[in-house]
């Protein structure tokens, strides 16, 4: 049991940081200035603020998979939600694509793929989507989510890249890149993270990039 403990707060730190880089981003969109990313970290500053930001926020959690599973996606569900009391927003999780509808996803501000993988949608589910983050819905793609849809353009250029392949889970150095363009400055300039880290296909070249990995600190980066 403490060592599920331990997992579940390294977890719950990860999703944090995630929360924190996609908060930026939906504070951005609606933002409406030049300097837009730049009000969005002012805006997080504190887990107060935070907290401000992300009540009464409507969360969907779609971890659907069709391919490869991962056993980590059911702890993932959790730290969202544990997170979700934490912060007063609320999650819905579900793997049917059903709920992909114009009219359904207007209710969240945001949708968070959980290493969801192969094919997830009909086209009909596939357009209300697009439509939902064309209109400014926001969204996240984790970990396993790059090997999903990867025959479909759109979503490949949204999430900026395909699964290639991986090495085994170890521990490396994260750099925060000081982009301009998006500040987090709640994360220290460089931290180790032990992880499964990824090799990706077809790099988008518009990404912006707000982590980035040593490749020379740790065994199988072909990047």
Same mark, same amino acid.
């Given at each position: 049991m403490f060592g599920k403990e331990i997992i579940m707060k390294q977890i719950q730190q990860v999703f944090k940081i995630l929360f924190l880089i996609l908060?930026?981003?939906?504070?951005?969109?609606? !933002?409406?200035?030049?300097? !837009?990313?730049?009000?969005?970290?002012? +805006?997080?500053?504190?887990?107060?603020?935070?907290?401000q930001l992300l009540t009464d926020k409507r $969360?969907?959690?779609? #971890?659907?998979?069709?391919?490869?599973?991962?056993? #980590? $996606?059911?702890?993932? $569900?959790? !730290?969202?939600?544990?997170?979700g009391q934490r912060y007063s927003f609320s999650t819905y999780s579900t793997e049917d694509a059903k709920h992909f509808t114009a009219k359904n996803l207007k209710q969240y501000d945001a949708i968070v793929f959980i290493s969801t993988t192969g094919s997830l949608f009909? @086209?009909?589910?596939?357009?209300a989507f697009k439509q939902y983050?064309?209109?400014?819905?926001?969204?996240?793609?984790?970990?396993? #989510?790059?090997?999903?849809?990867g025959h %479909?353009? %759109?979503? +490949?250029?949204?999430?900026?890249?395909?699964?290639?392949?991986?090495?085994? $889970?170890?521990?490396?150095? +994260?750099?925060?890149?000081?982009?301009? !363009?998006? @500040?987090? /400055?709640?994360?220290? /300039?460089?931290?180790?993270?032990?992880?499964? %880290?990824?090799?990706f296909n077809r790099l988008s070249d518009k990404r912006i990039d707000v982590l980035l990995v040593d490749e020379k600190t740790f065994k199988g980066g072909k990047h």
């Open positions: 908060l930026s981003i939906i504070t951005a969109c609606s !933002a409406q200035t030049n300097d !837009a990313f730049s009000h969005g970290e002012q +805006v997080i500053s504190s887990d107060k603020k935070l907290e $969360i969907l959690l779609f #971890s659907k998979t069709t391919k490869f599973r991962h056993k #980590s $996606i059911e702890d993932a $569900i959790k !730290a969202f939600q544990q997170l009909n @086209k009909t589910q596939r357009d983050i064309q209109n400014g819905g926001g969204f996240m793609g984790i970990h396993g #989510s790059s090997g999903g849809e %479909w353009p %759109w979503f +490949v250029k949204l999430q900026g890249a395909t699964f290639k392949s991986h090495g085994k $889970i170890q521990a490396t150095t +994260v750099t925060k890149v000081l982009s301009p !363009a998006l @500040k987090i /400055n709640r994360l220290p /300039n460089n931290f180790q993270f032990t992880d499964e %880290w990824y090799n």
